[in-house]
């Protein structure tokens, strides 16, 4: 039988930013109550008393804080470099794709901070270039199925002095800062100390801004 908390725990668990702050305590249960009664409405096909909604949240935030454990502590304070000019190729993968990724390593003049990075997926691979090589990366690659490109794009690195190698959640932290603020990331690179981040010219302020209280440095632009 369908209840009113198993309809609260569906919502919830759709809204990731929404349960992460249960978790924490910072949300109000009335006033979320009143944005998603009509939800459990509509499903239950019956009126429901928000003081009900209100208990199911109370209930499952309980749990939630159970479960919680909060992130290790890390040092974010890293330097941020962002390179302008960057495109984007997403390709599907071949056999004769090889040889021709051979050849970008070859044009490219990483000396004079020109931008390379290769992903290598199970079906696909991401060609991320300085976008002076557009040109000839599309001629490059005519023969070869190209599923979306983008141009216009930075590359945003955080250089950790920390150990974000091995801490949980960092990724997940610097992310999050910027999905709440609605920016959208094309790409994601990652070494030992290093997290490159590939995102819309638009988007790259505002990026660095919402990540400004928890880097605390000054940017450098390339």
């Given at each position: 039988?369908?209840?009113?908390?198993?309809?609260?725990?569906?919502?919830?668990?759709?809204?990731?930013?929404?349960?992460?702050?249960?978790?924490?305590?910072?949300?109000?249960?009335?006033?979320?109550?009143?944005?998603?009664?009509?939800?459990?409405?509509?499903?239950?096909?019956?009126?429901?008393?928000?003081?009900?909604?209100?208990?199911?949240?109370?209930?499952?935030?309980?749990?939630?804080?159970?479960?919680?454990?909060?992130?290790?502590?890390?040092?974010?304070?890293?330097?941020?470099?962002?390179?302008?000019?960057?495109?984007?190729f997403c390709l599907i993968k071949s056999n004769?794709?090889?040889?021709?990724?051979?050849?970008?390593?070859?044009?490219?003049?990483?000396?004079?901070?020109?931008?390379?990075?290769?992903?290598?997926?199970?079906?696909?691979?991401?060609?991320?270039?300085?976008?002076?090589?557009?040109?000839?990366?599309?001629?490059?690659?005519?023969?070869?199925?190209?599923?979306?490109?983008e141009a216009g794009l930075v590359a945003l690195?955080?250089?950790?002095?920390?150990?974000?190698?091995?801490?949980?959640?960092?990724?997940?932290?610097?992310?999050?800062?910027?999905?709440?603020?609605?920016?959208?990331?094309?790409?994601?690179?990652?070494?030992?100390?290093?997290?490159?981040?590939?995102?819309?010219?638009?988007?790259?302020?505002?990026?660095?801004?919402?990540?400004?209280?928890?880097?605390?440095?000054?940017?450098?632009?390339?």
């Amino acid at each position: 039988m369908v209840t009113i908390s198993h309809i609260v725990r569906k919502i919830i668990r759709e809204s990731p930013f929404i349960e992460e702050a249960m978790k924490r305590d910072l949300i109000s249960y009335g006033n979320l109550a009143e944005e998603i009664i009509d939800k459990i409405e509509k499903e239950l096909e019956k009126k429901v008393k928000h003081s009900a909604v209100v208990m199911a949240l109370r209930r499952y935030g309980e749990q939630l804080n159970e479960r919680f454990e909060p992130l290790k502590h890390f040092d974010y304070s890293s330097d941020i470099v962002i390179k302008t000019n960057i495109c984007d190729f997403c390709l599907i993968k071949s056999n004769s794709l090889h040889s021709k990724i051979k050849r970008l390593y070859e044009m490219v003049d990483f000396e004079n901070g020109d931008t390379l990075s290769i992903i290598l997926g199970n079906y696909e691979v991401s060609i991320i270039i300085s976008e002076k090589y557009k040109d000839d990366v599309v001629t490059l690659l005519k023969d070869e199925k190209i599923i979306n490109k983008e141009a216009g794009l930075v590359a945003l690195t955080i250089s950790f002095k920390g150990d974000f190698f091995n801490t949980p959640g960092v990724i997940f932290n610097v992310v999050r800062r910027l999905a709440w603020n609605n920016i959208n990331i094309y790409e994601i690179i990652s070494t030992m100390t290093e997290l490159t981040l590939i995102l819309h010219k638009k988007d790259s302020m505002r990026a660095y801004e919402s990540l400004e209280d928890i880097i605390g440095v000054k940017k450098n632009k390339k």
